[in-house]
Every structure is written in structure tokens, then in C-alpha cells.
């Protein structure tokens, strides 16, 4: 599994990764996110997770699915989770997500400079790991994003296998005989190794 903490469910930090991309605007509103299948093949995670996960956002209105078509993020998504997250402005005009980010600080101390009672446990804590380890939420954001281009590339039907300099041979073999269709079709052929793969789309990219 991509990179996930194994001691917390990964359904509840794919959610939290998600929504921080929806805050960050990785996943603009009305736009369209990666599919399930996309989800589990970039963060190496089983399909049923990736589906609870995302049902999470699902059931909170965050994220809405078209039939037939894929997932979107829902009008007003952004806005809700910067309320519920606490993101609006503290003393002295700095934004509690750029104090957050200091070795040390927390929530609970931001809110009583404030004067204010500390949020639900479980959402500061969330909120505090969001903001504090932001950089390694967008790298792996941006990781499903290039997975899923790369996962849709077609193949041109007539691809000679035997001029890609670098396929092994049962790859060679296996992906002449069997002829998918795209690059993530290609991957999950038995015998194809993410070498392989590698080496496939490099020499599309060509």
C-alpha cells in the first residue's frame, strides 16, 4: 500500500486524503475524481476500500456519483470542509493552517489563544495531520492523477511488441497474443511485469 499509516484504517485516510484534496482544490468543485478501480490501482489498495472510502464522502454530501458516468465533487464541498476543519482566520490575521505546520504547535493550543472550546477530538486531530503532512497528501494526490492518465492510454492497435527495445520476452508475447487495448489493461495482464510497463510508456510517450 502506497505510503498509508497500517495502524489506521485505509478507508478513513483515503477519505481524509481526498477531502484535503478537495481543500486544497486538486478536485475543484463539479469536477470529476478518479474512479475506484484508478483509486486502487495508483495507492495499490483493495477496491473494497477504495469504495468505502469514498462513500464516506458520499454520505456527507461531499462527493456525488452519475450513473453511468463517475464520481464529482459537490457544490460547496470546499466551504464545508474549511468550516468543519477550522481553516478561517486566527489572531493576528495568520491562518491556523500555517501555524499548524510549525514543529510543536496544535489546535488545542491555537484554540485557547483564541479563547475558543477545542473541536471534536477526532476532527482536530484529522485536521491537524491534513494540514501538518499536506506536502505528502498532494505527492500521493498527484501520484493517482499520473496513474490515471497513464492507466487510460491507448495503445495504438497496430504496436509492434518486438521493436520495444527493453520488453522482456513473455511480455513481448503476451501482450502481442492478447492485444489490450490500454495501458492499464496492459498491466494487469499475467506475465507483465511494471517494468514492462515502464518501458511501454516510454516508448509511447516516444
Known sequence: MAGFDESRPI??????????????????????????????AALKINPATALKGINLLVDEGLVYKKRGVGMFVATGARDALLAAHGYEPAVGGIRKAELLRRPGITLAELCALE?????????????????????????????????????????????????????????????????????????RVSGVSPADIAVLLLYLKG
Open 115 to 187: 479563547g475558543r472550546e477545542l473541536p471534536d477530538a477526532f476532527v482536530a486531530r484529522r485536521a491537524e495531520i491534513e494540514i501538518k503532512y499536506e506536502g505528502y497528501i498532494q505527492k500521493q494526490l498527484a501520484e493517482v492523477a499520473r496513474q490515471s492518465a497513464a492507466e487510460r492510454r491507448r495503445i495504438p492497435p497496430d504496436i509492434d511488441y518486438t521493436q520495444i527495445r527493453g520488453l522482456r520476452t513473455e511480455a513481448v508475447q503476451k501482450l502481442t497474443a492478447l492485444r489490450p487495448e490500454t495501458v492499464g489493461r496492459a498491466s
Open 11 to 40: 478507508f478513513l485516510q483515503l477519505a481524509e486524503m481526498l477531502e484535503e484534496g478537495i481543500i486544497s482544490g486538486a478536485y475543484p468543485e463539479e469536477g470529476q475524481i478518479p474512479s475506484i478501480t484508478e483509486f486502487s
